[in-house]
């Protein structure tokens, strides 16, 4: 009988630092990893460029869209939009995309075929509810509020982009309560998820404790730091 890769899900809202720590965790088991924010940000930069929020068309865009994701880049038809899907408009706009019945169940086959052998950790809002609900570890992973507007402010900053925090946190804070409110894959923790709270943690001390709760279910071969 052929077995399953094992998947680990990384949920939670937005800036709680899930790309960080999922990417890293996906480094340390020697897994492959989904960044499925990704997936409705390529979405949403089509819907600004093309101006439309038509349901239809966007999901049908979502199916046969022409994107590789190589090593942390992505290549979407022959341009690189690694950067430009980063941008605040197009992170409030995947927000409000993400709301789209049609578009959500265009992406779930997307989204499936990433996991394969030797395993997965996948990020994002609905990962071990909706898209991998037989997720061998599922993590919730949050932060408060300030917090998190604090370090979207400063990864901003670093990258030279100009930012108001005032303007970050309401950002935020709406964008939490349309993905936490929607009628489609809401953002909510699976029930058997652990919740692990990372506003008085460092990357790596949260990075070793998902980690740690991989090795204790058996997942993950090579372990590096
Ligand atoms: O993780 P992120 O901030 O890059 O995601 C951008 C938006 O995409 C987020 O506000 C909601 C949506 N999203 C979603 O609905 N489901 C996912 N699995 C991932 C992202």
Known sequence: MATRAPVI???????SGKGTIASRVAKRLGFHYLESGALYRLIALISLREGTSDETQLARLAAEMDVVFNDGEI?????????????????????????????RQALLTRQRAFRRSPGLVADGRDMGTVVFPDAELKVFLTATPEIRAERRYKQLIEKGIDANLRALSRDLRDRDERDAKRAVAPLVPAPDSQVLDSSALSIDEVADRIVGWSLEKKLGGSVGS
Do not use: Q, Y
């Open 75 to 103: 290549v979407l038809v022959d341009e690189a939009v690694t950067e430009k899907i980063r941008s605040e408009p197009v992170g409030i706009r995947a927000s409000e995309v993400a709301k789209l019945p049609a578009l």
């Open 9 to 15: 899900a990384i949920d939670g809202p937005s800036a």
